[in-house]
């Protein structure tokens, strides 16, 4: 075992096993002493002939943006517990991700089907908005800064590329952010903005669709030059998502797409050719069953709410849990599912006001059917063939699975369930 494998972070984070190296440092699978629980730890690295000026701007710069995201609290930006300076460097302690990167999955897949792109293009426009909202630029999005668990979509590695307002970093020859995937404006020397993040989100889903950045070439100086001097090249497999990307590609950033008209133009890609609207979630699916029920009884004088759990009461699936059926959750989830599929079963009840679960029908095209916090009491059931279901304080909420309670879990563990009837 090397010198850092028996390291001890701040007397509490200890390094366990390295889990990869990128070109700032290394990431380590490590476990949080104190609250007993995996962590990530990235290890930052400065290139040795560094001056020890450059080295604490970078430092400070460090402690100052890597604790920014810490208060970034949504579920597509990987969670940052703790930043510490420990042998002269920092490391940054984070939530444990047990999943490839989209890097890994371009590599070991080829390239990804539209749908599934799309999925992870809606989810980074989250996570970019609630990090440009908060003023914090990313910098450095790229597939190996995506990490895919499931239906999660979580982007990790906020703020870390070097050299960003430090122009003696610069001078050193450090390149910000990754040539195949930066902002022609930045690659120019201008500082990275919102828009060069969109930029770079535009290269990083034209990599997931066809395999390759669209300006990656043999080395750092021709990736910089086609950068420079070339158009952008138009996307072959992008189908529906094509307008998105060539979008996010444009080259002079006050035209290329804003976040809003980005995410209007992924939806409408979503939503497919000839809807032209949004296709109903499963919720509101039911709401409008709900409506025509509604419309139907009233001229008949009975109550639309008596007919709607009369309903419930008939769908087949496993005895209610926990008082959970007659939520909104689970008769949305209730009416997504196929007639007559035999269905799997969650029930969740939270026993705090922070139970946060994401649950997701899987598939070509992921439905969300809830990305929410419950309040103490309040409970969700969902009856359906297939279901991906993400706790993230396992000791906040009750779960059942199929009609059996699961252990509670330890303060801030997460928890992920699969279910499949099929
Ligand atoms: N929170 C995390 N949980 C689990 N694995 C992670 C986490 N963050 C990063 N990794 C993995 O660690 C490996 C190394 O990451 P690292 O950020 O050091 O390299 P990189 O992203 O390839 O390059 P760069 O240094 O330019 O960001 C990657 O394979 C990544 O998937
Ligand atoms: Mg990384």
């Known amino acids: 075992m090397s010198q850092s494998e028996r390291l001890v972070l701040a007397t509490r984070y200890r390094l366990v096993s390295e889990i990869g190296q990128g070109a700032n440092g290394t990431v380590w699978r490590g476990h949080d002493e104190l609250l007993d629980r995996a962590v990530a730890i990235k290890e930052l690295r400065l290139p040795d002939n560094l001056a020890e000026d450059d080295r604490v701007v970078f430092y400070r710069r460090t402690l100052r943006e890597a ?48 749908e599934r792109v799309a999925h992870i293009g809606r989810a980074l426009l989250d996570a970019l908005n609630t990090a440009h909202k908060a003023g914090i630029v990313h910098r450095d999005l790229k597939p190996s800064n995506v990490l895919l668990d499931g239906d ?37 020397g201008e500082k990275a903005t919102p828009r060069s993040d969109l930029w770079s989100l535009g290269a990083t889903l034209y990599a997931a ?18 950068l420079a ?27 290329r797409l804003s976040h809003a008209r980005a995410v209007d133009r992924l939806e409408r890609a ?29 001229s008949c004088g009975i109550g639309a ?29 209730q009416a997504a599912a196929p007639p007559g599929a035999a269905t799997s079963t969650l029930a969740v009840r939270a026993r705090t006001d922070s139970c946060k679960i994401f649950v997701s029908v899987p598939g070509t095209a992921i439905t969300v059917l809830a990305d929410e916090t419950l309040h103490r009491g ?38 992920n369930y699969t279910l499949n009837k099929e």
């Open 67 to 114: 604790r920014a995201p810490a208060q970034l609290r949504t579920h597509s930006i990987v969670e940052v517990y703790d930043v510490v300076i420990e042998q002269g460097r920092p490391w940054i302690v984070m939530e444990m991700i047990e999943a490839p990167s989209l890097e890994q999955l371009i590599e070991r897949s080829g390239p990804l089907p539209p």
């Open 152 to 188: 999660r979509v979580v982007l990790t590695d906020f703020g870390l590329a070097f050299s960003s307002g430090s122009a003696s970093l610069t001078k050193t020859g450090h390149f910000m952010g990754s040539p195949a995937y930066v902002a022609p404006e930045v690659a120019a």
């Open 209 to 226: 669709l066809e395999g390759r950045p669209p300006f990656e070439r043999e080395n750092v100086m021709a990736t910089l030059s086609a």
């Open 229 to 255: 001097n070339e158009s952008t090249p138009a996307p072959q497999n992008a189908g529906a998502l094509a307008p998105v990307i060539t979008g996010l590609l444009e080259k002079n950033p006050t035209r």
């Open 270 to 298: 979503m939503a497919g050719p000839r809807s032209g609207r949004r296709a109903p979630t499963p919720r509101y699916r039911l709401m409008v069953v709900i409506g025509l029920i509604g419309a139907t009884v009233a």
């Open 305 to 333: 709410t008596a007919l709607i759990v009369g309903m419930m009461r008939e769908s087949p699936g496993p005895s209610p849990t926990a008082g959970a059926s007659t939520t909104p959750g689970g008769s949305a989830a």
């Open 378 to 415: 309040e409970a969700r059931r969902y009856d359906q063939p297939r279901l991906n279901a993400v706790v993230y304080d396992a000791s906040a909420c009750d779960v059942w699975v199929n009609g059996q309670q699961k252990p509670a879990g330890k303060p801030g563990e997460r928890q």
